[in-house]
């Protein structure tokens, strides 16, 4: 069993998106966090301070850790922003803003 | 011809909804607005339409309730009574007087880079709450989510975070959690609660009125047996594992006084740790525009009236307790709301169904809080190491220090001196943590912007005369 | 209960300025007490930017105070510099157009005869200091001495480095005075504290103090909103403001008056800050200041439009009538002594101000003529009812 199984979802045709450089599928209607979830990627920001790894925390948009570079805009919601076909997913490291 | 009075109806989860369909079936036009792409809030968080769910209800609770309500809201839209604006991510709002307009300042898209405004002549805030966590080594490990975070997850993704969870803290998010996750083919290696729920039949008097309640309850026990989850009661976790990622949680068995019982820790490998320690409300909107708290939740009226003129308030924003609790309060504020805009006293003998629910179910709530308080003595165990703000990474020794010998006594003065709740999220991660460990009160924080606010947004505020 | 302590000195204030007080007290081999109601840098220190400042000063006594401050800071900086974020990092004064750039000018030349040190920029040279500053300016003018710090922790560290006793959470009910006027110390809401000298460094709330003592010092609100960014690597590196900045500061207007002053900081988020209205003790947000703000800081640097404000609080900024602070001993009720009122400026003015103290306190010849910070120069008619 999965959760597209027990919802009986048939979802629209997978989408490829790029993480890092690698291409990923993506279904269309899931976020950001979702795709990269359904990859086995948990992570996907380092800290500013001593650049540990983070992803989804609260997955509502409260906690800002699971913050990501998408088409060159740091500091985007994984959780909240919807993949759309060809997006570029960075890992951002610091503020996202080409922290030295 | 007059206009008919306008209610904006802030949230569109199951208060909001209620409020918003209360009002417009008598005789006000409503603007509900709404972060999420769909109506249903968090309790009622649907799938993305493109992932084309045919049975979202596996994941669900109370979904013939969802049902009506979904069925209502479409009616009123069509019937051009509701307007709903979906994607809109409120940040402020602004009333210019005591009779005046109240002005939503919501950013739209998921980008939030767009600013727009909505007038109306009250306004409902359903502003719905979010999870408590409080810290323990390793919880900033990734693999290590709220338990609500799972489940929205799951909810509105259709994705797990991994194949084997652990689902821990306090309170009642963490059944529907476990067994939602169970239901979608994790395995739950453990539910480990730190209160002890048998404490809940002692609470007789608030029980006895909750025979739905009590159902509600058997039925995910039995989910659980069926799913072969293990329940460790009057356990917690001690510390989450893992080198860049969870690989395992430590768990030990807590004595009356919430205290580690000495040999009882034994490590659970995992690679998600579900987590929470119950839920706060969302008050920032109502404590700019005035509204008088009462602890960390929006005072109310038996109208569900903030002490401000044509503000009311419903939901878990004036205290949480649950989905049906804030359909009672949504559906009384949306009655005396319709009523008071067309200038007459609401008769409260006609939501006297809705009031009785209230009553019960906030008594209930009550008796949850005291079963699901986390346990005594958590705070004392966190190492000075540990980080505690997420955003700052400030630790909890930074804390204990400022609290300690720099002479702070408050959480705004911790914050001046540590940066912890000073980052993205302002605190609303941290604050109970800080507040635990620095021995003062955990009090609503200040926050002007509900959420950042792009600098050229505010720029293009319109100016006033 | 009721417990008596004695002491040498009560400073009322746990603010940027009774730290500093405390600190040159002690150095001056006095016994202080630090008695605050709140929490240290609980009332305008924690709220403020923490600007050290010598370009924003006119010629005459508060330039003279900023540069003897200036220095002192710069010494407190060698032991307590990274603790309390200390960043000498200078001033860049903007002209966007070419009168403004002579007024500037005009000014800057003044404050070089007076000891600071002003240099002048060209307006294509501006980017070399500031390379996201918008282009097109006329010009402006860099001043290297101008420094910043993060003013609750600098209030917080030098307060428990002070060796002075903390009292935090202890309200000052009333000044204790003898039949003939003098002072001797304060009544608390935990009992009475002896001393042959107060100082009231209570900030905003000054005038209230010296009403318990039975003085007037009419010390005012004065609100300022400041922005707060997300953080960002360091892509503002001075203090950087427009030329009508000083105009603004000077202006005895009540209304809304805003311009822009942007910084980077230590910790990442860039602040813009000051807006000036007098408005009582009203802490409600103002959509108008905060607009004001942005669309100046953006004017100035283009870039932040797409940056996002995380939050925004306001403060209370003490001014006495004549921009002026009050330092110094009051005739009025002897064992009284002053070190408030220092508006927009006080982290700034607080080790020049504690120093001052600190020599009156010792009976020693002060480092600058106190004259101009006299605490009574508001009587008009000799009294000392308020």
């Known amino acids: 069993m999965n959760p597209l199984k027990s919802a009986r979802a048939r979802p629209g045709e997978t989408c490829t998106v790029s993480f890092d450089g690698r291409p990923l599928p993506a279904l269309p209607g899931q976020t950001v966090a979702a795709a990269l979830w359904a990859a086995g990627v948990t992570a996907w920001r380092s800290t500013r301070g001593t650049g540990e790894p983070r992803g989804v925390f609260c997955g509502i948009g409260v906690c800002f850790d699971c913050l990501v570079t998408v088409n060159g805009r740091p500091n985007q919601r994984a959780c909240l922003v919807p993949v759309r076909p060809g997006d570029v997913i960075r890992t951002q490291e610091g503020t996202g803003h080409g922290d030295d | 011809m007059t206009e008919p009075p306008r209610l904006t109806v802030v949230g569109a989860g199951p208060a909001g909804l209620a409020g918003a369909l209360a009002a417009a079936a008598r005789g006000v036009r409503v603007t509900l607005v709404d972060a999420a792409e769909q109506a249903g809030g968090q309790f009622y968080r649907q799938p993305a339409p493109a992932l084309g769910a045919r049975r979202p209800q596996a994941l669900h609770h109370q979904w013939r309730t969802w049902e009506r309500l979904r069925d209502a809201l479409a009616r009123h839209r069509a019937a051009g009574r509701i307007t709903h604006l979906t994607d809109h991510h409120v940040w402020c709002l602004e009333r210019e007087s005591d009779a005046g307009p109240v002005t939503v300042h919501a950013l739209r898209g998921p980008a939030q880079e767009v600013g727009v405004t909505v007038r109306a002549d009250a306004v409902l805030l359903a502003t719905g709450g979010y999870e408590r966590v409080l810290p323990f080594p390793g919880w900033t490990l990734p693999g290590v989510v709220t338990a609500g975070g799972a489940q929205a997850m799951l909810k509105g993704g259709l994705v797990l975070p991994g194949r084997t969870v652990v689902v821990a803290g306090t309170g009642p998010l963490l059944l529907p959690v476990a067994t939602g996750l169970a239901a979608a083919g994790a395995r739950v290696a453990a539910l480990v609660e730190s209160a002890d729920p048998a404490a809940l039949l002692r609470r007789a008097p608030a029980l006895a009125a909750q025979p739905g309640k009590l159902a509600e309850g058997a039925g995910y026990a039995a989910r659980l047996l069926r799913h072969g989850v293990r329940t460790l009661a009057r356990h917690t976790v001690v510390a989450a594992h893992g080198t860049g990622r969870l690989e395992a949680v430590t768990v030990a068995a807590l004595d009356r006084d919430g205290r580690l019982r000495p040999g009882s820790a034994r490590r659970i490998p995992c690679d998600t740790l579900a987590v929470g320690h119950g839920m706060l409300p969302h008050t920032d909107l109502a404590e700019t525009l005035g509204c008088t708290l009462s602890g960390t939740a929006v005072r109310v009226d038996a109208e569900q009236r903030t002490d401000v003129p044509g503000v009311w308030a419903a939901g878990e924003a004036t205290g949480v307790g649950g989905a049906a609790l804030a359909l009672a309060e949504g559906h009384i504020a949306g009655r005396s709301a319709a009523a008071r805009l067309h200038g007459t006293t609401p008769d409260p003998g006609r939501w006297a169904a809705a009031d009785r629910a209230r009553t019960r179910l906030r008594e209930f709530a009550t008796a949850l809080d005291d079963v699901y308080a986390p346990p005594a003595g958590w705070a004392d165990r966190v190492p000075d190491g540990t980080v505690v703000c997420r955003c700052e990474e400030v630790t909890a020794g930074q804390v204990r220090d400022a609290a300690g010998t720099l002479g702070a006594g408050d959480l705004r003065t911790v914050k001046l001196l540590t940066r912890a709740g000073m980052g993205w999220c302002q605190g609303r991660m941290c604050g109970p943590a800080v507040a635990g460990l620095a021995g003062c009160p955990l009090t609503a924080g200040r926050r002007p912007f509900a959420r950042p606010v792009p600098l050229g947004v505010l720029a293009a505020l319109p100016e006033k005369e | ?386």
């Open chain 3, 1 to 386: 209960m009721t417990k008596r302590l004695t002491c040498d000195v009560v400073v009322v204030g746990a603010g940027m300025v009774g730290a500093a007080c405390a600190w040159y007290a002690v150095r001056a081999g006095l016994d202080v007490r630090l008695v605050d109601r709140g929490p240290v840098s609980g009332g305008t220190t924690g709220a403020g930017e923490g600007n050290l400042l010598v370009s924003d000063k006119e010629p005459g006594p508060e330039l003279e105070l900023a540069l003897l401050s200036a220095r002192l800071w710069a010494e407190l900086a060698r032991e307590h510099g990274a603790a309390i974020e200390y960043e000498p990092k200078g001033g860049l004064v903007v002209a966007s157009t070419a009168p403004a750039l002579d007024a500037l000018r005009d000014f800057a030349a003044g404050q070089r005869d007076a000891g600071v040190t002003a240099v002048p920029v060209d307006g294509g040279r501006l980017a070399e200091l500031e390379p996201r500053l918008a282009p097109g300016m006329a010009g402006g003018v860099h001043y290297p001495q101008d420094a910043q710090v993060m003013p609750a922790l600098a209030a917080a560290h030098l307060a428990r480095a002070s060796g002075a006793a903390l009292h935090p959470g202890q309200a000052v009910t009333g000044v204790l005075r003898t039949a003939d006027g003098t002072v001797y110390g304060v009544r608390t809401d935990r009992g009475e504290i002896h001393a042959p000298a107060v100082v009231n460094a209570a900030g905003t709330w000054g005038g209230d103090l010296a009403a318990l003592a039975g003085v007037r010092l009419p010390v005012l609100p004065r609100r300022g909103f400041v922005l707060v960014t997300e953080p960002l690597p360091r892509m503002v590196r001075h203090k950087v403001y427009a030329a009508d900045y000083v105009a603004d500061v000077a202006s005895d207007s009540a209304a809304l008056r805003s311009s822009p002053v942007v910084e980077g900081t230590a910790a990442g988020p860039v602040l813009i800050g000051a807006t000036r209205e007098r408005v009582g003790f009203d802490r409600s947000l103002s959509l108008d200041a905060v607009r004001a703000l942005a669309a100046g800081a953006v004017g100035l640097f283009p870039f932040l439009e797409r940056v996002r404000a995380l939050r925004t609080y306001a403060g209370f900024r003490p001014y006495l009538p004549d921009h002026l602070p009050a330092i110094g001993p009051d005739p009025r009720a002897p064992g009284l002594f002053h070190a408030c009122g220092h508006e927009g400026a006080g982290i700034g003015l607080a080790p020049g101000t504690g120093r001052l103290i600190a020599q009156a306190l010792t009976g020693k010849a002060p480092e600058l003529d106190l004259t101009p910070f006299r605490p009574e120069r508001f009587d008009t008619d000799g009294g000392d009812a308020r």
